[in-house]
């Protein structure tokens, strides 16, 4: 009997992703989402799409509930908000959709007999303790920032988190939570939104430079300011195989396994994006800061447990894939037309 797949969120960057590689390990999928265009994209690949609000409770009744496994990735994101702090806040909209959500999810679970979800958390809940020397270990105990337009996210799925937790240790249900830094691949990464207001961001200032052979400028410590940086194939395969694992359970750092530096992604993304013009060139000034706080993920764990390996974790490789992906034309159909750094799915 074909393993099957419940994907919350299959209209998302990293659910499309999530999808392609339930369909490719040989899962049928049945995929929900708030994003009407991608139906036809689902149906021309044979995954059943339907429409599907994860904070409306009477909605879980039409989910297939004999599935092996659920990925849940739908969520609200910052890039996505257009509250601007210093005259409202959207705390509440984050609760009722990412921990909420999440409570009403695991129930539904529970309920008919799914054994198993497998969620998202953001890295920056130990954002404080970020260091260019040690790194991220999943036993590390939370130390985030109470400030900003990611406080109250962040709040939000630690909370999404320990109800998955929770659960597992309540009801023997074998959860897991992917703690996640920034995830590349060809989608809507060209602009966000930051406390409200739409920027274009840095790797699609970058992206869009190459292309046209554009100088581009690297601020501050160019080579001192690392960071982990994931592909969204290597994030797909994760929900794969920790959704197949016996031994899976609990939290898991999934990153690279090997930090990049500010330099070698500008470098990187000049050379795969270079156009007839010939490639960028780097400049590096060093009169500006660069606002990056150095960190890595050790991922010992997610490699033990289930067997992760990242195929992209050299960053060329990564920015290669995207742009091969580009080329082919499917995902810029889908996100595009809408790129505004996320979506609410």
């Not at 919350?8 to 049928?28: N, P, R, T």
């Not at 529970?110 to 270990?137: E, F, I, K, L, M």
């Not at 992604?265 to 795969?272: C, D, F, G, L, P």
Request: with cysteine.
């Amino acid at each position: 009997m074909a393993k099957k797949c419940l994907v919350i969120g299959a209209s998302s960057f990293i659910g499309a992703y999530v999808v392609d590689a339930l369909l490719e390990a040989g899962y049928s999928v049945v995929g929900t989402g708030r994003n009407r265009r991608f139906a036809d994209h689902y149906r021309r690949l044979g995954v059943e799409y339907r429409p599907f609000d994860l904070v409306d409770p009477s909605g879980f009744d039409g989910l297939p509930s004999d599935v092996d496994f659920v990925a849940h990735l739908a969520g609200r994101l910052p890039a996505n908000s257009d509250f601007n702090l210093s005259s409202e806040d959207d705390a509440a909209e984050y609760i009722r959709t990412n921990a909420l959500g999440t409570a009403y999810l695991l129930e539904w679970a529970r309920r008919n007999g799914v054994a198993r979800v497998v969620s998202t958390t953001s890295y920056a809940d130990v954002q404080n303790r970020w260091s260019p020397t040690d790194p991220v270990q999943e036993d590390w105990p939370r130390d985030f920032r109470l400030s900003g337009d990611h406080a109250a996210y962040v709040i939000s799925k630690n909370a999404s988190a320990d109800l998955l937790f929770y659960y597992n240790e309540q009801y023997g249900m074998k959860n897991c939570v992917f703690r996640l830094p920034p995830v590349y691949g060809c989608g809507p990464h060209g602009s966000l939104r930051v406390n409200g207001a739409v920027r274009r961001s840095g790797i699609g200032i970058f992206v869009d430079k190459a292309k046209c052979g554009a100088p581009i400028t690297v601020f501050g410590d160019a080579d001192g300011a690392v960071r982990d940086i994931v592909s969204v194939r290597d994030v797909a395969q994760a929900f794969v195989k920790a959704g197949g694992s016996a031994a899976a359970e609990g939290l898991y750092n999934i990153g690279s396994g090997r930090p990049v530096s500010l330099q070698e992604q500008a470098e990187a993304i000049a050379e795969v994006f270079a156009g007839a013009a010939g490639a960028s060139e780097v400049r590096v000034d060093r009169s500006r800061d660069n606002d990056i706080r150095s960190y890595s993920l050790d991922i010992s764990r997610a490699r033990r447990d289930f067997g992760y390996e990242p195929r992209f974790a050299d960053f060329r490789d990564l920015m290669a894939d995207w742009k091969c992906e580009e080329e082919r034309g499917v995902m810029p159909s889908l996100f595009f037309a809408n790129d505004r750094g996320g979506s609410l799915i």
